[in-house]
């Protein structure tokens, strides 16, 4: 018995032996006469098996490419380092197994603080008062790293008097992190305001903006409540942070990036405070959506955004309504902006498989999937109500893929939707997952689909035209390119080759019958061009028009809106 259960007993050794630590990332400010110059990072892991493991620095992500040019004096310990098969990799080589830690120097490789008109910059920022850091553009990993994995953060040196914030801190909050953490992370620190918006949601902010602090706090608070009520959830660490943009005259721009447990937004203080509150509450809602509903794919997950972002703006809508912060007015008005712009768009029939190309280089595209999954969530809830004759919606299939996600980890959001639709809606979805989805049809909507609230109503429209190609004029240094011949901003004057230095798009709401104003220099004379942004092909928009106009119209509205 004893000789039996010797061999066994010494695999298990030698497995426990090898069980990988860990992987960690310190973070320490470089400083110069108390100002911020660069940022060091040690990042440690255990180093493959065969001796010999490839490290990826950050290369493309996010629309940005080569973003390793920031990462300087790259060294290792327990590990010989070489050049791999390209600027963005590394091959190190060590004992089988080992431990070993990657250090190197983070510095800003762009010039001056972030400007708006840029698009969001995801590069490392790093100015004498404030810094910010964004996991992906920094974090060297090695690339068979499991992302699922272990891993831990800490920071070193900050400055007395300076602040820091980051969503790696829940790590120290009672939220285990994972390398997927490290790699999806945001860091703030200097001059940032740290406000506790209570249930675990706090938000780093600088400068001045039309909102206070108070209001920021509160605003945050009742959304994460909503949010949390919504789920039936506990409270959790997430944190906001607002890095305000250089404002050009003129020039109005919001964005962000999403992390794992935050959001990082980008944006020019004169944007009206009320704008933020709807990203907020999508983002928000991504700790469920996907979170919580099913993993999301590991490549080409773009395929699956119109669920995965779509079905966050269904959520997100809800749970404002749900929670008082929304009116139907302004439930109506929200929905009704996504409803115009997915009709109005020109890649509105575009099959999934555009989206996966073209969604960081086209503007157009990258909104399709937001629109798209948010429609088909209003159709398939509205189907739900229908087969169950009330009793049911698509807060049950929601509900039911976090009960599944729980059990089955492994699977993907989208494996686990259409079961979810039968089991706790009663609908099939296959047909729409073919023709809707894959192929591009156009989601259409019933006139009643939001009774008692009012009607889904249409009228003729002149499709939105810009008249030159926006996109490929922003990859270009902001030169003018793709001006079309037969358009109104050629017709206005606008060539290609002229630099834009002005430009009054609102890309949240492109109206035809609105005039656009461009301002260009034209081999170095200044010169403003006016046209309206109207092609020749016309198009069928909807809208909801609501008509609950007595109190007990209006109380039967909020609750058909919030599901309750």
Sequence with gaps: MITRFLAPLAALLILGAAAPQPTMLVVRPVLEAGAFRAMDLAVSFNGEMDGETVLDLPDDWGGESQLWKALRDLRADGAAISPGADAAHRVLRHAPGARVTVRYRVVQDTDGPPESGNGNDYRPLIQPGHFQLLGNAIVALPADARMRGPATFRIEGMPAGMAFASDLEHGAMGRSLTVLDLAESVMVG????????????????????????????????????????????RAEPYLVTILPLSLEPGATSIGGTGRNDGFAFFATTNVPPERFDGTLAHEMMHTWIPGRIGAMAETDEQLTYWLSEGFTDWGSFRAMVRGGLWSPE?????????????????????PNTRILADFWSSQDVQKLPYQRGMLLATLWDHRIRVASSGRRDLDDVLLQMQRTAQRRPDLTADRILPVAMRVAGGVEIGVDLTTLVQEGGVVELPADIFAPCGAIVSERRRLWERGFDFDATRRAGWVIAGVTPDSNAYAAGLRNGMQLKQWSERSDQRDATRVVTAGVSDQGVARTFTWLPAGTETRDVRKLVLDATTPTQHHACVARLGGQ
């Design 190 to 233: 200097g001059d940032f305001r740290i406000l506790d918006a209570g249930g675990g949601v706090r938000i780093a902010i600088r400068g001045s903006w039309p909102r206070d602090d108070t209001g920021w706090r509160e605003k945050l608070a009742r959304i994460g409540a909503a949010q949390r009520a919504y789920w039936g959830a």
């Design 330 to 350: 302004q439930f109506a008005a929200e929905f009704n902006e996504r409803l115009e712009a997915y009709d109005l768009s020109q890649v509105r029939t575009a």
